[in-house]
């Protein structure tokens, strides 16, 4: 079992900036990779970044050169998602999730506005 604990979010205006973060807690050892989805209403829930293990990551073709996914410390079991130069089809509620062998866990989802 592996629990997800996410932090951050809030309101923004538009070109602002926030940052998400999530710790892993429990079976982490197995974990790879880790990142974020959204999902915004009326919408499906859709990848916003990925970073696996070794380094590499995936974005999102909206969020290229805006957002930036991390580990907090280099600490392996979290992930950070730097936010800037955010728009207001930015406004979702964001999701940390983990992959382990055959299961995703997701974290409590943590609400993202950006409005002026």
């Known amino acids: 079992q592996v629990q997800l604990v996410e932090s951050g979010g809030g309101l923004a205006q538009p070109g602002g900036s926030l940052r998400l973060s999530c710790v892993a807690s429990?079976?982490?050892?197995?974990?790879?990779?880790m990142g974020w989805y959204r999902q915004a209403p009326g919408k499906q829930r859709e990848l916003v970044a990925t970073?696996?293990?070794?380094?590499?990551?995936?974005y999102a073709g909206p969020v290229k050169g805006r957002f930036t996914i991390s580990r907090d410390n280099n600490v392996k079991n979290t992930v950070s998602l730097q936010m800037n130069s955010l728009k207001p089809e930015d406004t979702a509620v964001y999701y940390c999730?983990?992959?382990?062998?055959?299961?995703?866990?997701w974290g409590q989802g943590t609400q993202v506005t950006v409005s002026s």
């Open positions: 999730y983990a992959h382990t062998v055959g299961v995703d866990y």
């Open positions: 970073l696996y293990s070794g380094g590499y990551t995936v």
């Open positions: 429990g079976s982490i050892f197995s974990i790879n990779p």
